[in-house]
């Protein structure tokens, strides 16, 4: 069973930055990608970036292109999301995601290509 554990989310004034992390344990992720999502109160929850396994590309929402980078470091088994110039239209829950299929060589911005979940953390931005 994968366990995914978030942490590093916040209250911090627009503008601010935060690095989320993502640990799973159970499966060494180094051959899944990953995703970042979220959601806000009273809305679904969305696409926020994700990586390949590999080293390709990695794709963000729109709404935080520029803003954030994910990464990934696959001897601590972890993933990071970086969010830079945060806005009040920030604030959610942010959770991490495993890929359901293995060498899958393109990041996938799709909530059915995600196998495991974590709890999440959340992320106020201050106006």
């Known amino acids: 069973q994968v366990q995914l554990v978030e942490s590093g989310g916040g209250l911090v004034q627009t503008g601010g930055s935060l690095r989320l992390t993502c640990a799973a344990s159970?499966?060494?992720?180094?051959?899944?990608?990953m995703g970042w999502f979220r959601q806000a109160p009273g809305k679904e929850r969305e696409f926020v970036a994700a990586?390949?396994?590999?080293?390709?590309?990695?794709i963000y929402a729109d709404s935080v292109k520029g803003r954030c980078i994910i990464s990934r470091d696959n001897r601590k088994n972890t993933v990071y999301l970086q969010m830079n110039s945060l806005k009040p239209e920030d604030t959610a829950v942010y959770s991490c995601?495993?890929?359901?299929?293995?060498?899958?060589?393109?990041?996938?911005?799709?909530?059915?290509?995600?196998?495991?979940w974590g709890q999440g953390t959340q992320v106020t931005v201050l106006s």
């Open positions: 159970g499966r060494q992720i180094t051959s899944y990608g």
């Open positions: 995601a495993v890929g359901r299929h293995q060498w899958l060589g393109r990041a996938s911005p799709n909530q059915a290509d995600y196998e495991y």
């Open positions: 990586l390949p396994w590999s080293g390709g590309p990695t």
